[in-house]
């Protein structure tokens, strides 16, 4: 079976629309390089939908720096079991974002348009926050682990290096309130290259330090 099939199942003709949406508004607005298009699906839709594997059935989801919707409207694509929060604060991205959840009809989708570090105590704290490709692992961590509730998730899809950005900053995510945190592959055996994920639970809420905040450079973006 395809892995497009196999990973999609019965969401495939919606994922499908997306798709399109990506191709051409995403590409005519800037955020798809033309380039990128011919290879939409290998280099993004399956790359982010693999990922769905570690998100527990009915979960809430607040996707940080969605940008196009990757991997958040992915997710909820071929998770309609999701609840899912879309955070990026650029006006156009945002735009996009919400004419697509409206075209492929994604009900328990909604679109933020905000910094990740304005949402803690703002939105309902998730099951899993995602992000792909935003930062690096300790300011990631800053902006998204207080978005998680306690014994909840951040999945960062990260490249090769993600091991060793690991344990650069483990020191810091201990700090942030950081509990277990592990490198998966996910799409092993159905994809060329499976998606490398750092898996981290927020163990404990902490109380905000500016001062060493600023010193580790957790500062706005």
């Not at 196999?6 to 995403?26: C, I, K, M, N």
């Not at 990757?70 to 156009?92: F, K, M, N, Q, S």
């Not at 697509?100 to 009900?107: D, R, S």
Request: glycine share 10%; proline share 5%; hydrophobic share 50%.
């Amino acid at each position: 079976m395809d892995a497009r099939a196999q990973l999609f199942g019965d969401r495939l003709p919606l994922a499908e629309r997306y798709a399109e949406l990506l191709s051409t508004d995403g590409v005519v607005r800037g955020l798809i390089g033309p380039r990128e298009a011919p290879r939409i699906w290998e280099r993004h839709l399956l790359n982010c939908v693999v990922v769905e594997a570690l998100i527990p059935l009915g979960a809430s989801v607040v996707d940080v720096g969605s940008g196009a919707g990757l991997p958040g409207i992915v997710l909820a694509v071929a998770r309609p079991d999701l609840t899912v929060t879309l955070v990026e604060p650029l006006a156009r991205r945002t735009a996009f974002l919400t004419e697509a959840v409206t075209a492929l009809g994604l009900e328990r989708t909604t679109v933020v348009r905000a910094r990740a570090e304005e949402c803690a105590g703002k939105l309902p704290a998730a099951d899993v926050v995602t992000a792909r490709a935003v930062a690096p692992l300790d300011r990631l961590a800053g902006w998204c682990l207080p978005l998680a509730a306690v014994g909840g998730r951040l999945l960062a899809l990260k490249g090769a290096s993600a091991g060793a950005e690991l344990s650069e900053h483990a020191a810091a995510l201990a700090r942030l309130g950081a509990g277990e945190a592990t490198v998966r592959s996910c799409g092993e055996g159905l994809l060329e290259e499976p998606t490398t994920v750092v898996e981290i639970v927020r163990e404990r809420a902490i109380v905000p330090d500016k001062k060493a905040d600023k010193k580790a450079g957790f500062k706005k973006r």
